[in-house]
């Protein structure tokens, strides 16, 4: 089917505000997983879901950071009280199950902060 | 902590030119994935290629191959007749057989000259 999809592609917030980004997984991918990537840099991982168990939330970088996948499929990475240091790509990522090496990206939200 | 180093920030070659992209990984376990992805402005990441650490041969798909030297911890990209849809940022990425993060390197920008 289609591909992974993430909206919006491009997010300006001024300091304060909460975001939430919305990540549209391969139809079927069981696996889900957010990565922070900062400009010239290479993505960080952030958390990981498996259905909608969310397993790994290790890589969040402050409790303003919360990620959701209630129905096992859409998930949502929302970020309270936005700081400059949060502007970065927003990558999601999905595969059919975590066994499986191969990960499906998305094209990404550019969140600024300003 | 596994980590992966791509000391070569920005490469150049002309069209047609064979192109090789640096990738060192650092790890105590002995059997693991490593990957290159390409990422083009429009910032989706795209699979190039991976390799299994078991494996001694080395990958290729079509113009991609790798140089894996395990011993050296070494995982080099070469790219045959390059062309000008080549250009993009090439990241080298390690994944853990007991883990479903990526680790990634930081990056190499490749241009190709017309």
């Known amino acids: 089917g289609a591909g992974v999809s993430q909206s919006p592609r491009y997010k300006v917030a001024k300091r304060g505000q909460d975001v939430a980004l919305r990540c549209d997984p391969i139809s079927g991918h069981v696996s889900l997983f957010w990565y922070q990537q900062a400009l010239g840099q290479g993505p960080e991982f952030l958390t990981y879901?498996?259905?909608?168990?969310?397993?790994?939330k290790s890589g969040l970088p402050s409790d303003r950071f919360f990620a959701e996948r209630p129905e096992g499929s859409v998930s949502t990475l929302k970020i309270q009280r936005t700081q400059q240091e949060d502007s970065a790509v927003y990558l999601c990522?999905?595969?059919?199950?975590?066994?499986?090496?191969?990960?499906?990206f998305g094209p990404g939200t550019r969140l600024t902060v300003t | 902590a596994q980590t992966v180093t791509q000391s070569q920030p920005e490469m150049s070659v002309q069209e047609a030119e064979t192109v090789t992209l640096s990738c060192t990984y650092d790890t105590s376990e002995s059997d693991y994935y490593l990957f290159w992805y390409k990422q083009p402005p429009s910032r989706q990441m795209i699979l190039v290629i991976r390799q299994e650490a078991y494996k001694q041969q080395n990958a290729t798909e079509n113009r991609f191959s790798v140089n894996f030297q395990k011993a050296a911890k070494s995982f080099s990209l070469k790219i045959s007749d390059s062309q000008l849809g080549d250009a993009a940022m090439y990241f080298c990425a390690y994944r853990s057989t007991s883990n479903y993060q990526l680790i990634w390197g930081a990056g190499t920008k490749l241009i190709i000259k017309p």
């Open positions: 879901f498996q259905n909608e168990a969310q397993l790994d």
């Open positions: 990522a999905s595969n059919l199950d975590s066994s499986i090496y191969e990960q499906y």
